[in-house]
């Protein structure tokens, strides 16, 4: 999911250079949904993995 993050974001600034504003804008905004989304599952995961097993 972080690759994905990073290619959108990647995306957004091609746009960006040559002109395409909207697209840029879009590709920056899923971006970021998706780098929100890794960091909040990395948590959880880090969380739920450093539990000690029940005995």
């Not at 957004?12 to 504003?21: D, E, K, N, P, W």
């Amino acid at each position: 999911m972080l690759r994905w993050a990073i290619v959108f974001f990647v995306v957004a600034l091609i746009a960006a250079l040559f002109g395409f504003g909207g697209i840029a804008g879009d590709a920056a905004w899923i971006g970021q949904v998706l780098l929100v989304v890794f960091l909040i599952l990395a948590v959880v995961s880090m969380i739920l993995g450093r539990r000690s097993p029940a005995v």
